[in-house]
């Protein structure tokens, strides 16, 4: 398995109050990914990173921003949470190709905001 | 722009039965990837298969068989004899590799295998 963490696994709580969540991998990839998962959406990408401090839009990246200080950590954080961005969250991390250029995936995290 | 559509939301078979999870994309590049993620009601997703945009061959891998047809940009998923373990939500994504190889993931099929 690849070596991705997020933390914390669960987390609730409440509206207006900033959330960051944590990813930590221990692969040396270069490109790292959060995505949202909701009933009838699937996966959509809010942030990615394809290097230190290099980082960039998804699809659903309002309210939202991330930060990458280092290569192994990405963080995601919520400055002001509402209900509407409770869901689970999955981390995910690529080479880009040097080898075989599939996502793989962190455990995910399941934020309720109330 | 690029698009994946997985029709079906939700399938239910009685055990034994095969069943195909279809896969329809969009995309202007001539270069892509096609992606398999299952994801069990655990909740993790693993990776299944991928298969690139030059190689139409069909791949088997066990009971699990996939059909690649970029004339119909479709890109099926087929469990023969299904099993309860097969349980999980399948997840069909298209990715670019040139572009910091960004996945794009249909809606999922939720797949129900009955005992």
């Known amino acids: 398995d690849a070596g991705i963490t997020q933390s914390p696994r669960h987390k609730v709580t409440e509206t207006g109050t900033p959330v960051t969540l944590r990813c930590h991998q221990t692969e040396n990839h270069r490109y790292m990914y959060w995505y949202r998962q909701d009933p009838g959406h699937g996966l959509r990408l809010i942030h990615y990173s394809y290097g230190v401090k290099d980082t960039d839009k998804g699809e659903v990246s309002d309210g939202y921003s991330v930060s990458r200080s280092k290569t192994e950590d990405f963080l995601l954080t919520l400055e002001s949470a509402t209900s509407s961005q409770t869901s689970v969250y999955f981390c995910a991390i690529s080479d880009g190709g040097r080898t075989y250029n599939e996502q793989f995936f962190g455990p995910g995290t399941r934020l309720t905001v109330l | 722009a690029q698009k994946v559509t997985q029709a079906q939301t939700e399938i239910s078979v009685v055990e034994k039965e095969d069943v195909t999870l279809d896969c329809v994309y969009e995309t202007r590049d001539t270069t892509y990837y096609l992606f398999w993620y299952k994801q069990p009601p655990s909740g993790e997703l693993v990776f299944l298969i991928r298969r690139n945009s030059f190689d139409e061959q069909n791949e088997i891998s066990g009971r699990y068989s996939w059909n690649f047809q970029k004339s119909t940009s479709s890109f099926n998923f087929t469990i023969t004899a299904s099993q309860v373990v097969d349980s999980a939500v399948y997840f069909c994504?298209?990715?670019?590799?040139?572009?910091?190889?960004?996945?794009?993931f249909g809606s999922g099929t939720k797949l129900n295998v009955k005992p």
């Open positions: 994504a298209l990715s670019e590799p040139y572009n910091f190889n960004k996945f794009y």
